[in-house]
């Protein structure tokens, strides 16, 4: 069974940078997003990448995050720079989902979906003010 595994979650102050770290040994994804889900929030899609390199952001993100691969190493990696306590959240990647890629207004999302995909356990990540 494929069991993707972030890391790079931490607490950080308003402004600074983390970078987040998605792979599974030996498993090479196709596409690959990442979700957020906060304290009494919905789940969202942040980011989403395909085998074709493209890409898709949350609004409240673009221009903040950077979604990228390497395929040698079965990694993705979200880079978030300028980081607002909104961004505060538990952040689950997940690899050949399925899933619908953006904001579809009135149809909420759950996440993790271990039917859809394979999904890490997430990692949280803390801004504070």
């Known amino acids: 069974e494929v069991q993707m595994m972030e890391s790079g979650g931490g607490s950080v102050q308003a402004g600074e940078s983390l970078r987040l770290s998605c792979t599974a040994p030996?498993?090479?994804?196709?596409?690959i997003s990442w979700f957020r889900r906060a304290p009494g929030n919905e789940c969202e899609m942040v980011s989403h990448?395909?085998?074709?390199?493209?890409?898709w952001y949350l609004d409240s993100v673009k221009g903040r995050f950077t979604i990228s691969r390497d395929n040698p190493k079965n990694t993705a990696y979200l880079q978030m720079n300028s980081l607002k306590p909104e961004d505060t959240a538990v952040y689950y990647c997940?690899?050949?989902?399925?899933?619908?890629?953006?904001?579809?207004?009135?149809?909420?999302?759950?996440?993790?979906?271990?039917?859809?995909?394979?999904w890490g356990q997430g990692t949280q990540v803390t801004v504070s003010s």
């Open positions: 997940a690899a050949d989902h399925g899933l619908w890629v953006g904001v579809i207004p009135g149809i909420r999302r759950v996440c993790p979906l271990p039917s859809a995909g394979y």
């Open positions: 030996g498993f090479s994804f196709n596409h």
């Open positions: 990448m395909n085998n074709d390199g493209s890409t």
